[in-house]
RNA sequence: CGGGGUAUAGCGCAGUUUGGCUAGCGCGCUUGAUUCGGGUUCAAGAGGUCGCAGGUUCAAAUCCUGUUACCCCGACCA
């Protein structure tokens, strides 16, 4: 009994607790850990190891797709900040400062990037000539600085580490065809590598990022009913082209401004992956994204021929799957319970029993289930479970977000809704900013997105009853 | 940034109200045995300027002032 007590009581139970479940989890799991400095914190190797992983998978789609990889200074003289008007007003109040360079004070301030717009509109003027120029589709792996006043491991840092796509085209169909293209990148992504469900869809105009001219969004739900802003696309027209003097010269020897994009995701998907798919007993990570994809525990270790039987096992494996033996001396029991933390999508379990009978024990991480399987099988089924599992979650997850995706008609509905059953609510809306104000004022909850598949739910909006424009999807957010 | 809470060994806590001997406990850690199919058992040991900075006092983990970090709820945001 004080066992299992003991057990339980290692992380605070997600239904009691989410944010301390979810503090507990990334602690307990070696993700992170705090350092001396407030909101920033230290990747551990394990959580580094994950982030690695998303990097690998974009990267390649980033290429697949034509883009090249460059790098831009950390830091933006404040005169090139302040040239978009709506950009610099969107992100000054959280930027940090540079003013000394030693004990010399700086005759223009440096501004720390909240991000990298300006930089790479900078650098476009300068290179961007002829239409034999375009497009120029630039990636940015990187950390930014943006000095927030509550943070949270992974889902608000001052600094937090992502990627981030800067576009110029000839032409405004072209961007508007790149800022999708790459929506469709993340969301593919997300679902197939993080097993995570996500609504496309358009952010409304006070959503928008500061000095787009449409923004494209992936929105996914959490355990516990609130949305997440999970990745975006801009497309910013030609407003920044236009700050910067971003000009080419066209087929007819006429001077055009360029269209561009951005688009980028960050190191909260992490916090995601670990929202969705965690229970009590810690993480479950999804095997397209686990840096350790099946863990061999061999039980009675000291005796002689199992070690053996577990290497030769992992040799035999390792061909398919990231696999290690945990060789330890600690107890089988604390082992199963560290990887379960982890997150660690399936255990292998080999001991003298099993050797004698020519298998091992399979255990899956999501499920719980055990299978006995013969050792001649473990080749083709290791790898096919890895499959099984990427899809469960994925549509374990598509079932929590649809089963907590609610239909508002009115404004009463939609209050009721709110405070007894967290999650996404569609409700129909005029498009007027008003509205949009008084329900997040009356009920906390903001658009998350105008989706692109629309559902006719009625043709009044929800606040004032007048003609309704689009159905959106609302929720409360990180 | 507003409201609430917390800070004592790696982790979880007691002690603080009412200042008083050398600051304790459980887990973990180290060493040696023992055990191994869900956090073994036993023995011996190491580890703390009580978040930080001031102040009051013969005496401060304990009282006072300031400050920092973390957690929760709001406002802002990837």
Redesign the pocket.
């Known amino acids: 009994m004080?066992?299992?007590e003991?057990?339980v009581?290692?992380i605070t139970s997600m239904q009691e607790?989410?944010?301390?479940w979810?503090?507990d989890v990334v602690?307990k799991a070696e993700l992170i850990d705090?350092s001396?400095?407030?909101?920033?914190m230290i990747i551990r190797p394990y959580g580094y190891a994950i982030w690695e992983n998303i990097q690998k998978e974009l990267d390649t789609r980033f290429k697949a797709t034509g883009h090249e990889n460059v790098y831009m200074p950390m830091f933006i003289p404040e005169g090139l900040l302040q040239k978009e008007k709506d950009h610099v007003e969107?992100f000054a109040?959280?930027v940090a400062w540079v003013t000394h360079g030693g004990e010399e004070k700086l005759t223009e301030r440096l501004c720390v990037r909240p991000t990298s717009e300006t930089l790479f509109c900078e650098h476009y003027s300068n290179v961007i000539q002829s239409y034999r120029d375009l497009p120029k589709l630039y990636n940015q792996w990187c950390s930014v600085v943006?000095w927030?006043?509550?943070?949270?491991?992974?889902?608000?840092?001052?600094?937090?580490l992502?990627q981030e796509g800067h576009t110029a085209h000839a032409t405004q169909e072209e961007a508007q065809e790149e800022t999708l293209r790459m929506l469709n990148v993340y969301a593919e992504f997300c679902e197939n590598v993080l097993a995570i469900p996500v609504i496309k869809g358009q952010k409304t105009e006070k959503?928008k990022?500061?000095g787009a001219m449409a923004t494209y969004?992936i929105e996914s739900l959490m355990h516990d009913g609130k949305a997440?802003?999970?990745?975006?696309s801009h497309n910013f027209g030609d407003g920044f082209a236009r700050a910067f003097d971003i000009q080419y010269t066209d087929q007819n020897n006429e001077l055009q401004y360029v269209y561009q994009t951005s688009w980028?995701v960050?190191?909260?998907l992490i916090?995601a992956v670990i929202m969705v798919h965690g229970d009590d007993?810690g993480l479950v990570l999804p095997p397209a994204l686990a840096p350790l994809q099946l863990v061999i525990i061999?039980?009675?270790?000291?005796?002689p021929g199992v070690l053996d039987k577990a290497y030769e096992i992992k040799e035999q494996l390792s061909k398919s799957v990231r696999v290690k033996v945990d060789d330890t001396?600690?107890?089988?029991?604390?082992?199963?319970?560290?990887h379960?933390?982890k997150g660690v999508p399936l255990?292998l379990?080999?001991?003298?029993?099993?050797?004698?009978?020519q298998q091992?024990?399979l255990?899956r991480r999501d499920t719980?289930e055990?299978l006995f399987v013969p050792m001649e099988e473990l080749e083709e089924k290791v790898p096919q479970l890895m499959e099984q599992i990427q899809k469960d979650l994925l549509e374990k997850a598509r079932q929590h977000r649809d089963k907590h995706t609610y239909i508002a008609h009115t404004l009463e509905e939609f209050e009721k809704t709110v405070v007894e059953k967290p999650g996404f609510i569609k409700a129909m809306w005029c498009g007027d900013v008003d509205c949009e104000n008084e329900i997040?004022?009356r009920t906390?909850a903001?658009a998350r997105c105008i989706p692109f598949e629309q559902e006719d739910l009625g043709s009044t909006c929800v606040c004032c009853g007048k003609p309704s424009k689009h159905m959106v999807y609302w929720g409360?957010?990180?």
């Open positions: 004080g066992k299992k003991k057990m009581q290692q607790d989410f944010a301390q979810y503090t602690k705090y001396s400095v407030r909101g920033c969107g109040p959280e943006r927030e006043k509550t943070t949270r491991p992974f889902l608000r840092t001052l600094e937090f992502w959503e990022f500061a969004t997440l802003q999970s990745g975006t980028g960050t190191t909260r916090g007993s061999p039980i009675a270790q000291h005796k001396d600690k107890m089988p029991g604390w082992k199963f319970s560290e379960e933390m255990r379990e080999i001991g003298p029993k099993d050797i004698e009978k091992v024990v255990v719980g055990k997040k004022e906390g903001t409360k957010a990180y």
